[in-house]
């Protein structure tokens, strides 16, 4: 039976997607006895089912070499191109993190969007993201990677943009879809030409390729920059990180998977084709200083927000920015383990702060305040998510992020400082976060603030008693790092950066102080942090004003120019009247002239490349 | 067989013009047109089942003499290139006619033009014979004039005039090309594709032949900046008329570039290739940058059109098997989304009274709104821009693939432009489906689901074909190879992968001071 279910895998997206799908008739208006709800009850139910299969096909694979499956998809003119699944234990245990993490925002919703109408929409689009993580981690082909990155684009764009009469959500949702579009596009110019020239898609075969292949260098560069481009928007880095934050707009469940795995899926590829970017060593460093520069500035710009889904947003960023250095540096084991701490860390982050949310009817942390009394089994929960992705024993980040630590004392000291720094920036973001919300005195808007229904508490708690367990975890998958190999103090200088980073956040925003803390910070450099680098304005200098720019003018040319002549002199009047008596017009002549003229052009940009062949001699 | 596709619509034609319509009852057009349309659908059906996809030759073949002394021949055939757009051109005429409103001026003369219309094109598509296929061209020609002039939009005079000035000027050039290639030198015997070559003749001569076609084709195509009759003949004639015209019509230009600038003049399209390619790249970045800027969403479609044209432009132009097959598969690819997005677009300004992106609104409201046209308009749009999952992305990426290795720069501008796509057809949804309704004006008539249905057809099909696009490509396979094979500069052609790269083989963006080599393929089988 077992065995049954590793051999099937390809089953494991398809529950997700049969989910979505049978959602759909309660759209509003095609069903309308029963209310919305059961789409929701149906995807929950679907999730438990692949939830229950890639655990069981897990248990069947554990210790084992990797089933391999391959589909033929396309096979046309030379070019075959196959789907390839591989069930290891790795990607049937991301399957399961996946479907269980689902599982969890799903219930979660059910209390959440109690009042919506969306439910259709919102669970379907939930199972679409489901099934495309899934078949994400089970596939082994970057043109299947890419193909399920841009439908994941387009389930961003719908789920951000699922409050649609909000002018804020509208364009939230076109600036995630189109900063995303970017980096995949990029990625496309990278998945296109990396055929000719490697053979093949396939993950494993690129890495035995890479492996000997003696590449240009400039055509190395070029590839493999083009191939960091998808995970850079993905993982929201710099400087394609304000998607981000403008999916914030979206409904809180949705962000429980936004800011953990979705994320992660940029990190996911780039773990797997790092063997191609590794042919060029300006692409790594590249990456390695996108990761860096991330890191530090969307840490210290998470300090500076007063909204709690951007802190958290923010947070992610950076957090994101510590796997692009391991994954750059090569430490991809560490890289993993810190992304298994950080979606299970940050989920509970948010699904704690959103039961927060949904009670206070604010996201404004500085109306926040004094609610550990009222909410402790919550303040408890994001206690906990805060300090599991920090560096701190006993808990699972510091478990991921030691390895990584020790492996940059040896080779790259300065890197090792910037993990450092991020990490007490983290510390200090978390204990602000707590302080604000948990801390300090009661506000009107904490007032009143009871435990919510059930279907928030249980998910928020079970999650927590899953991240305390990750050592233990990792102890039983026999990954936690030795700690006498290591060298001697680096989990010592790691622990001592967290606790830093806590203290001070603690002294600033948990203990009370006379002065407000933010008068400390001068107010250029709160203000440049606060309105994030100023990323906003700099995207509409540098790409939206001059396309915008750009269509005008051809648009202009186009009227004016092209069709001009004779609307220029006004005969479109004189057209309209006389129809077919137009050569009988003398202003007519113009209309001939512009067609001459458009062939003219025509001719010579056609024929240019033609003459110069002709004249080399063919 | 072939001879029924077109004369079955004709056929129906003159019945509609002799069948007097019942007085105060209304018109037996438009059943009478939908069935004609219906039964030239299934016959192309049937071919299908008959048609043998593995023969890369003409099949169904029909031929008679007709008037020797000028070599017009009465010679149709099928093969990989002209069934998809057969099959194409009789599935957006049941659309066309199925979504042409009940309320119509003059109904018997509409539909009997509207079938006329496709009858030409369908024989277009068939011919065998160069004079032929102008003939046909020809033939829908006055027609769709008469189709925008009439029942078109407030400039319907002005854009149908512009249209036809152009398209008979584009129909004038390409019968000069085949009358200088058939009369010049050389032995004539008639103007059968068959008979016809251009061997005999030297370059210079084959140029000025070339280009006299290819400025015709780009008309109708249309390419830039040859373009400017296709914005306003788009937006001013009705919906299902512009269905008609930038799902099918258009795709005469490019299956003339197939059929007559690969096959007629495989030595020179070699010279002008790398002239085109650029020439598509600007179409394709042209017609994004132009969509951006208009404020009217029927407008924003006809300029969507001229970029998406362009892909199969550069595509033809790079000549390599994968690329020609991505072209071909991009016109049918095209062909459906146009023609859904103008269905759509359509519905739209028939329910809400507008295309202006400045009024409209929130119609994705599940209430108010049109809350399933808004979900069809989304996938559309998406599918427009690229999206896997659905047909333009299967083709597109055909393309890309096919043409990247000849024409690195010109490729990459393309996929550059399919994300400027997206940012226009962002604007459109943000504006039409999302945003907040206003509910003191909106008070529109319920869309019915016959209204609905051809959208809900043509989404599955770009749904299907793009989840399984081996189900579309493998008929249009062997036939591009055949077109490919014929031209002399294959070694410009990337090899398949798996059969090796030959040790000379440089591709262009390895003009690089040192030659890539070859990685082991031989693993890989």
Redesign the interface.
């Known amino acids: 039976m077992a065995h049954l279910l590793s051999q099937n895998v390809w089953l494991i997206p398809c529950y997700a997607l049969i989910g979505a799908t049978l959602a759909l008739p309660w759209?509003?208006?095609l069903v309308r006895r029963t209310g919305p709800r059961p789409a929701g009850y149906i995807n929950v139910l679907l999730s438990v089912m692949a939830l229950v299969h890639s655990l069981g096909a897990l248990l069947d694979v554990w210790g084992q070499s990797a089933i391999t499956e391959s589909f033929?998809?396309?096979?046309?003119?030379?070019?075959?191109i196959t789907l390839d699944l591989e069930a290891s234990s790795l990607t049937l245990g991301a399957c399961v993190v996946i479907a269980s993490l689902n599982l969890l925002a799903q219930l979660y919703a059910i209390a959440y969007l109690e009042m919506d109408?969306g439910w259709a929409r919102f669970y379907s689009l939930m199972g679409l993201f489901e099934a495309g993580l899934c078949f994400l981690v089970l596939c082994n082909s970057l043109f299947f990677s890419?193909?399920?990155l841009?439908?994941l684009?387009?389930g961003t764009?719908?789920i951000v943009?699922f409050w649609?009469?909000?002018?804020l959500?509208?364009?939230g949702?076109?600036d995630a879809?189109?900063t995303k579009?970017?980096g995949d596009?990029v990625l496309?110019?990278g998945v296109?030409?990396l055929?000719?020239?490697?053979?093949?898609w396939n993950f494993t075969?690129l890495a035995e390729?890479a492996a000997?292949?003696?590449?240009?260098p400039?055509?190395a560069t070029l590839l493999a920059c083009a191939l960091i481009a998808g995970p850079i928007a993905k993982c929201a880095q710099f400087p394609l990180h304000l998607w981000l934050d403008e999916a914030m707009e979206g409904p809180y469940p949705a962000t429980i998977l936004r800011n953990t795995l979705v994320v992660s899926t940029g990190a996911w590829v780039l773990i797997k084709i790092m063997p191609v970017i590794a042919l060029s060593p300006f692409a790594t460093q590249a990456m390695i200083l996108t990761g860096a520069a991330t890191a530090v500035g969307a840490s210290a710009i998470s300090i500076a927000q007063i909204d709690v889904k951007r802190v958290l947003s923010y947070l992610t960023s950076g957090y994101l920015g510590l796997v692009f250095i391991a994954i750059g540096v090569g430490a991809s084991h560490a890289a993993l383990m810190m992304l298994f701490v950080f979606v299970l860390g940050m989920a509970l982050l948010v699904m704690g702060t959103g039961s927060i949310v949904l009670n206070n009817i604010t996201q404004n942390l500085t109306q926040m305040g004094g609610l550990w009394v009222r909410r402790p089994v919550t303040g408890l929960c994001v206690a906990i998510g805060g300090l599991s992705i920090l560096a701190l024993p006993p808990l699972g980040g510091f478990w991921a992020i030691v390895p990584l630590a020790d492996r940059l004392w040896q080779s790259e000291p300065s890197l090792l400082a910037v993990v450092l720094l991020t990490n007490t920036a983290i510390g200090i973001s978390v204990a602000r976060l707590f302080g604000l919300m948990f801390g300090g005195v009661v506000t009107d808007w904490t007032r009143r603030s009871p435990e919510g229904l059930w279907l928030l508490v249980l998910p928020t708690t079970g999650l927590a008693g899953i991240v305390l367990h990750v050592p233990v975890l990792f102890a039983a998958w026999e990954i936690l790092p030795q700690m006498n190999t290591l060298a001697p103090s680096i989990g010592a200088i790691v622990t001592w950066s967290s606790l830093l980073g806590l203290a001070i956040g603690s002294v600033f925003y948990l203990a009370p102080t006379a002065q407000p803390p933010v008068t400390l910070v001068p107010q250029p450099l709160r203000d440049f942090l606060a309105y994030d680098f100023y990323t906003p304005q700099l995207y509409k200098l540098l790409v939206v004003g001059p396309?915008?720019q750009?269509?005008?003018f051809?648009?202009w040319l186009?009227r004016y120019i092209?069709?001009g002549v004779v609307n220029f002199v006004g005969v479109?009047a004189v057209?309209?009247?006389?129809?077919?008596k137009?050569n009988t017009s003398g202003r007519s002549q113009f209309?001939v002239l512009?067609?001459v003229l458009?062939?003219a052009?025509?001719?010579v940009?056609?024929?240019?490349?033609?003459l110069r062949?002709?004249s080399a001699g063919l | 067989m072939l001879t029924a596709l077109i004369l079955i619509p004709l056929l129906g034609a003159i019945a509609i013009g002799l069948i007097p319509d019942p007085p105060a009852a209304p018109s037996r057009a438009k059943p009478i047109a939908l069935i004609t349309a219906a039964i030239a659908l299934i016959e192309s059906i049937y071919l299908a089942t008959q048609y043998d996809v593995n023969n890369a030759g003409l099949q169904f073949v029909e031929a008679q003499t007709w008037i020797t002394p000028i070599g017009l021949n009465y010679h149709l055939g099928l093969d990989g290139l002209s069934f998809p757009l057969v099959l194409l051109n009789t599935l957006l005429t049941v659309i066309a006619i199925y979504s042409t409103s009940d309320r119509i001026d003059r109904p018997k003369l509409y539909y009997a033009l509207l079938l006329i219309t496709s009858a030409g094109v369908a024989g277009a598509f068939l011919a065998q014979n160069l004079l032929l296929f102008i003939l046909c061209f020809e033939l829908e020609l006055i027609p769709v004039y008469l189709l925008i002039a009439i029942w078109g939009g407030e400039k319907r005079g002005y854009a149908g005039t512009k249209f036809l000035l152009y398209t008979a000027l584009s129909g004038i050039l390409i019968l000069a090309s085949f009358l200088v290639v058939a009369w010049i030198g050389g032995d004539f015997i008639s103007f059968d594709y068959a008979d016809i070559s251009t061997a005999h003749l030297d370059l210079q001569t084959q140029l000025i032949a070339l280009t006299l076609l290819l400025v015709g084709l780009g008309i109708k195509i249309p390419l830039v900046p040859l373009h400017t009759w296709s914005p306003d003949a788009y937006v001013e004639s009705s919906p299902p008329i512009a269905i008609l015209l930038g799902g099918v019509l258009a795709k005469m230009g490019t299956y003339g570039l197939i059929r007559f600038g690969l096959e007629l003049f495989p030595e020179t399209w070699t010279l002008v290739a790398p002239g085109l390619a650029v020439i598509g790249a600007i179409s394709v970045m042209y017609g994004s940058l132009a969509a951006i800027a208009q404020r009217d969403i029927k407008r924003m479609v006809a300029y969507s059109s001229i970029g998406h044209m362009g892909y199969i432009l550069v595509a033809i132009a790079a000549g390599t098997e994968l690329s020609v097959l991505g072209g071909i598969a991009q016109m049918v690819a095209h062909g459906l989304i146009l023609a859904l997005l103008f269905n759509l677009v359509g519905l739209v300004e028939e329910k809400t009274g507008t295309r202006d992106l400045d009024a409209l609104n929130g119609l994705l409201n599940p209430i108010r709104g049109l809350p399933l046209v808004s979900t069809l308009l989304i996938t559309a749009g998406m599918a427009s821009a690229g999206i896997p999952g659905m047909v333009g992305f299967a083709a597109e990426f055909l393309v890309f693939q096919g043409s990247f290795s000849v024409f690195p720069i010109q490729t990459l501008i393309c996929i550059l432009s399919s994300g400027l796509t997206a940012v226009y057809f962002v604007i459109l949804l943000n504006r039409t489906c999302f945003g907040k309704l206003d509910n003191s004006l909106a008070y529109y008539d319920r869309v019915t689901l016959p209204e609905r249905l051809p959208a809900i057809i043509l989404v599955a099909i770009v749904v299907i074909f793009g989840l399984q696009p081996n189900w579309l490509v493998r008929w249009m396979e062997p036939t591009s190879a055949r077109f490919v094979a014929a031209l002399p500069a294959n070694e410009m052609a990337i090899p398949a992968i798996g059969q090796g790269l030959s040790p000379e083989f440089t591709p262009p963006i390895a003009s690089l001071p040192q030659p890539l080599t070859a990685p082991s393929l031989a693993h890989r089988d």
């Open positions: 759209s509003p208006g033929v998809w396309l096979d046309a003119a030379g070019l075959t109408w890419y193909v399920i841009e439908i684009t387009l764009y719908l943009g649609y009469n909000q002018s959500v509208v364009t949702a076109r879809f189109l579009r970017v596009l496309l110019m296109v030409a055929l000719p020239i490697a053979g093949t075969d390729w000997t292949a003696n590449l240009n400039t055509v396309v915008n750009l269509s005008r051809i648009s186009d092209i069709d479109a057209f309209s009247g006389e129809s077919l137009y209309y512009s067609i458009s062939i052009v025509f001719v940009i056609m024929g240019l490349p033609a062949l002709i």
